[in-house]
């Protein structure tokens, strides 16, 4: 079997056992195989890289690797100029849509909550999600590295956290969202864009308190469901401000 050095940088590191952090190390590999094959044989999904250097120079990750190669790893720069050098991956998707694995319920509402289209059910399965992802050019969001490892998926995240909240931060931070932040603009039931409703037109479908207290509101063009900036949402925004 052939070997090649490597190096992993920054948060992939993360994905890897201690003894591989953050220093080169020796990995074996079959003749033949791509530098994508081999990157994930360590268990880093290749929607977590965006730089591949061989050798010193920029590869994609169709290149084969050679015995001896050494192959340094960079995680995907959110706002570090690399210039002319070859990305491995396609350029950002210009509009930050989102499609989420079935265990991220509790996530999918809170980035609705501020706005962000996602897409969520329960009974999409792996190449359903895959499928939604490249037809749709939605980003992945998910905990499982295997099904991030699938090559139709372009453009992914790894969660970190199994905390909702957290992994809501993870994902304002790694894409950049915190000027995308539109409160209160999606039904968090069907990712609908919510419409402006008077307080009259709303009467009956919110609890009387409520009518006495807010003017404004919104619903829900598919459900019906009414929101209004109650106390859960200034739990939500105090959370932000003192974390991003
Ligand atoms: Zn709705």
């Given at each position: 079997m052939a070997s090649a050095t490597l190096r992993f940088y920054e948060e992939l590191?993360?994905?890897?056992?201690s003894g591989r952090r953050k220093k080169e190390f020796p990995a074996r590999f079959h003749e033949g195989d791509t530098v994508k094959a081999l990157i994930e044989s360590l268990?880093?999904?290749?929607?977590?890289?965006?730089l591949i250097l061989v050798n010193g120079r920029s590869v994609s990750f169709a290149h084969q690797v050679q015995h001896g190669d050494r192959i340094t790893v960079y995680p995907v720069f959110e706002s570090i100029e690399i210039g002319s050098i070859t990305r491995v991956r396609p350029e950002a998707l210009r509009s930050t849509r989102f499609v989420l694995d079935v265990h991220l319920g509790r996530l999918a509402k809170l980035l609705r909550m501020l706005g962000f289209d996602c897409l969520y059910s329960n009974s999409y399965d792996d190449s359903c999600l895959s499928r939604i992802s490249r037809t749709e050019r939605r980003i992945v969001l998910s905990r499982d590295r295997e099904l991030l490892k699938?090559?139709?998926?372009?453009h992914g995240y790894c969660l970190r956290s199994d905390k909702a909240m957290d992994q809501l931060l993870e994902v304002l931070q790694r894409f950049d969202l915190r000027e995308k932040i539109r409160p209160f603009?999606?039904?968090?039931?069907?990712?609908s864009i919510l419409k402006d409703a008077d307080g009259v037109s709303v009467a009956d479908s919110v609890p009387e308190y409520v009518a006495r207290t807010y003017d404004h509101y919104k619903s829900c063009p598919d459900c019906g469901r009414v929101y209004w900036r109650g106390s859960h949402w200034e739990k939500m925004r105090r959370m932000l401000d003192a974390n991003l």
């Open positions: 590191n993360d994905f890897l056992p268990g880093v999904p290749h929607t977590e890289v965006d699938r090559s139709i998926i372009t603009s999606r039904c968090l039931r069907c990712n």
